[in-house]
């Protein structure tokens, strides 16, 4: 099976904290995290937006992958306390070639929200071991034409009444080759859970027996340019290529034109000028260039590039 490397990006923001009814006066802490099940092969990177560099405990940080709000303190009923704070969560998946869109929409990304607290100003010297009071899981439903943005007020339980409003944008923003090796869920593990372990390492497979599939042998020296794939292989390598940049350019199509209303709605924001795409006439172009080719080499490189033009853009935007 070919597998395709994947980037999601997902930007969250923490807006306000209401306290409506906590019983406890104290120091409270916001942490959040991106979840995915273990039976997909990822890697997870978490940062936080224009950090400082201060450590203290008015600033936020990173820790295992999961973003740690700065320490704030409640004292009344109804106290509102500003956040503010922005963070990045980029997920690189490994995804089967044949259905990468349908991978993507059935990735159940989860982010999860935990409030915790401590009215002990010594337990402050040690943040990580300030516990958990409560939780809240929010179901992701990202689309990779769509993405994702919304803003929804995350209420924890009725024991510590509060609200955090959160804000939550995603897009895909790469396809490509494997670049990476992915740890997968080892044989004897039950529903995800249980021991990871290396599979074959799908960062060393070439990118010609990617592009055109199972059945490709690479030609020998002796061949050299005169060998050509099988009509099955040449048909792979077409509709591999168009698929995914059909994805890539659906993908850019959405953010460009959530971007567009957003800055028609919100004045006051920078009115930037983005560069279209016009997904049909790019994807025609970029497939009557690739079956000009018929060296598998030639092939195999211009696939690579004209992903790599299309991720480009959408890292741009």
């Known amino acids: 099976m070919s597998e395709v490397q994947g980037t999601v990006e997902f930007s969250v923001e923490l807006h306000k904290f209401h306290n409506v009814d906590l019983f406890q006066r ?14 997909i092969p990822h890697r997870l990177a978490a940062t936080i937006v224009e950090q ?55 990735a ?30 929010l179901g992701l439903h990202f689309h990779p034409r769509r993405g994702l943005h919304h803003r929804v007020p995350v209420m924890f339980d009725y024991f510590h009444l509060s609200v955090i409003s959160v804000t939550v944008h995603a897009s895909l923003v790469a396809l490509h080759q494997p670049l990476i090796s992915f740890a997968r869920p080892g044989k004897g593990s039950w529903l995800g859970k249980g021991s990871l372990e290396t599979g074959p390492d799908q960062s060393s497979m070439s990118l010609e027996n990617l592009v055109f599939g199972a059945g490709y042998c690479k030609p020998t020296s002796s061949e050299g ?21 059909l994805l890539l350019l659906n993908a850019y199509r959405g953010l460009h034109v959530y ?11 920078p009115q930037l000028k983005l560069a279209e795409l016009a ?29 790599a033009w299309l991720c480009s853009h959408l890292l741009a935007l």
């Open 52 to 106: 400082t560099g201060d450590s203290s405990l008015s600033s936020p940080c990173v820790h295992e992958n999961n973003v740690h709000s700065r320490i704030f303190q409640i004292l009344y009923r109804n106290e509102e306390i500003v956040i503010n704070e922005s963070m990045n969560f980029r997920v690189h998946l490994l995804l089967d070639g044949e259905r990468v869109e349908d991978a993507l929409s059935e």
């Open 225 to 245: 340019s005169f060998y050509v794939p099988s009509e099955n292989c040449m048909q792979h390598a077409y509709k591999w290529h168009k698929d995914l940049c």
């Open 279 to 307: 997904v049909e006439d790019t994807l025609s172009q970029l497939c009557t260039e690739l079956q000009m080719l018929n060296n598998p080499e030639k092939i195999a490189e211009q696939i690579s590039k004209d992903l």
């Open 26 to 39: 104290g120091y409270y802490q916001i942490r959040a995290g991106l979840k995915l099940p273990s039976r």
């Open 259 to 269: 971007y567009t209303v957003i800055m028609k709605e919100i004045p006051d924001l």
């Open 108 to 137: 159940d990304f989860q982010l999860k929200l935990d409030l915790h607290f401590t009215d002990s100003e010594q337990q402050l010297r040690d943040i990580p071991a300030i516990p958990v009071i409560s939780s809240r899981t």
